[in-house]
């Protein structure tokens, strides 16, 4: 029985903007304000599920949520027509229309938290939709989230569905975004690191960046997903890193089966990480990549989101290879050290480096794009839906968006009605490419 990772990325939506919505997020904060391309966003991240197609992965796609969300507005007593709505909500708040009109559900590493069948106790896989409490506009997306993860992966015997976690930031949960698995092979039993920057009820006065994770919701997590005993590890991510505008783990580490690439001020003590990490992993050899800053300073770490890339174990090439955002290239102290990795014959024999620049902006690098799902043959010919990506697929997803998304896209463009009327129109045709059924708001 072949297993495979299938990276499965958030198609950008139609409603794309830099509204700088995420506090913590230092690329968030720099670009707010400016005119957006939601056509180019979306296909550039095309072309990089399309790369990793090239390169022998199985690659999926999740669908963009239906933006304005009008439940929200409702839930805010605004009444009448959708138009009607949405005028009344931008004159008496516009930053609440920009909240409700965010695309950031394209960054499916937050979508969820998964827990592959080998390493559960009953032998199916996991999947807790992030509750992403810490930021008001994300926190709109788990219900939405949930209704497509449970078409996708159908629930029974190999696939099993939580909800998301219940009590507010005291139990934010942020998804695979702060959540490695180390293994051997993909179907072989593994070890989950979960990262938190807080616990839920302590007083993290070292933090000047709110930490999203709590160590409580992902204890949690680990729990519900009825994880093997001995193969789970909680960790803090180190304050200073937070602090810095790592508002996620994963823009400080990224790991691919017993490799673990990360600066060596993502965690307070790294070595005992690393002890910790090998003695979960037994007879399995740990790899263990670790960036010092005097190569790669912390800022520039986090500028380039060096190690906000995919990490992964192409079928077509010897070594593991890095799939990079071009901001990495254009940073001289991670251009150098990317190169050195590289002729090190080390387990990182490649690097690519691709444009995915519009979502840069906002803070979304090439691994926030995708949310990893560990599948064996007959789990994925169990799937639901029509994600996972061919040919065909590429092309018509390339001309639907040709078809329905503009090239430019300021703020103030998120009152306008047609917009609404442009994206549910767009969402209602994906639905019917995806075989998706009615998973959003506006078409129940």
Not at 14 to 41: D, I, Q, W
Not at 246 to 261: G, I, L, Q, T, Y
Request: proline share 5%; aromatic share 8%.
């Amino acid at each position: 029985m072949a297993w495979r990772e299938v990276n499965f990325d958030g198609i950008v939506g139609p409603t794309h903007n830099y509204a700088g919505l995420s506090y913590g997020n230092v690329a968030s904060a720099k670009h707010k304000g400016m005119v957006a391309n939601p056509r180019e966003g979306v296909l550039q991240g095309l072309e990089k599920a399309n790369h990793l197609r090239s390169l022998g992965m199985t690659q999926g796609v999740l669908p963009p949520h239906d933006r304005p969300h009008l439940k929200a507005l409702r839930d805010h007593g605004f009444t009448g027509s959708d138009a009607d709505m949405l005028a009344a909500a931008w004159k008496a708040n516009p930053a609440l229309v920009a909240n409700v009109s965010s695309s950031a559900t394209m960054w499916t590493a937050n979508a969820a938290t998964i827990s592959p069948s080998p390493d559960t106790v009953d032998g199916r896989t996991h999947f807790t939709p992030a509750n992403l409490a810490a930021m008001y506009h994300r926190s709109l997306e788990a219900p939405v989230t949930a209704r497509i993860l449970k078409v996708m992966f159908p629930e029974g015997d190999r696939f099993a569905h939580h909800d998301p976690l219940v009590g507010g930031t005291h139990m934010g949960d942020e998804g695979a975004a702060n959540h490695s698995r180390f293994c051997a092979d993909y179907g072989a039993e593994g070890v989950a690191l979960y990262v938190y920057g807080r616990g839920a009820f302590a007083n993290a006065a070292d933090l000047t960046f709110p930490g999203r994770q709590t160590e409580e919701a992902s204890r949690a997590i680990a729990r519900s997903h009825g994880l093997k005993d001995g193969k789970t590890l909680f960790v803090r991510q180190n304050p200073a890193a937070i602090n810095a505008g790592a508002f996620h783990n994963d823009v400080v580490a990224v790991s691919n089966r017993n490799v673990h690439f990360y600066h060596e001020q993502a965690f307070e003590d790294p070595d005992q990480l690393d002890r910790d990490i090998q003695a979960a992993m037994g007879d399995v050899a740990m790899q263990f990549v670790r960036v010092t800053a005097d190569k790669v300073p912390l800022a520039d770490a986090v500028k380039s989101y060096l190690f906000n890339s995919q990490l992964i174990s192409a079928p077509s090439r010897e070594g593991m290879t890095l799939i990079l955002p071009t901001e990495v290239a254009e940073t001289p102290s991670t251009k150098a050290y990317v190169d050195e990795l590289i002729a090190s014959g080390g387990p990182i024999r490649h690097a690519d480096y691709l444009d995915v620049r519009q979502s840069m902006r906002n803070g979304g690098g090439p691994a926030c794009l995708r949310l990893r799902v560990a599948l064996s043959d007959e789990d994925q010919a169990a799937m639901g839906s029509n994600s996972i990506l061919d040919d065909a697929l590429v092309e018509t997803l390339r001309d639907w968006a040709k078809k329905h998304y503009r090239d430019r896209l300021a703020v103030e463009d998120l009152a306008d009605p047609k917009l609404m009327e442009e994206s549910f129109a767009a969402l209602d045709e994906l639905t019917q490419i995806l075989k998706l059924g009615s998973v959003y708001d506006f078409q129940r």
